[in-house]
């Protein structure tokens, strides 16, 4: 099984990742945006003690693109 850079076993949040990438055909430089864009507000709430960001940051900058 591969592994990443510190001998860790990747979790199955991160292989789910890993899969839609290899699913879109399109690998992303950041792949901490991509997880962020994933990230609802309620989840970091009820995840204060992890290092989480949601997504209302990256809809905001969206928003602002679109308009």
Known sequence: MRRN???RKPSIKENKFKQLQENLGFHFKDENLLK???TH???V???RRKPYEDNERLEFLGTLYLN
């Open 36 to 38: 962020q864009a994933f």
């Open 41 to 43: 507000s309620s989840y």
């Open 5 to 7: 850079g510190n001998n």
């Open 45 to 47: 709430n009820e995840h």
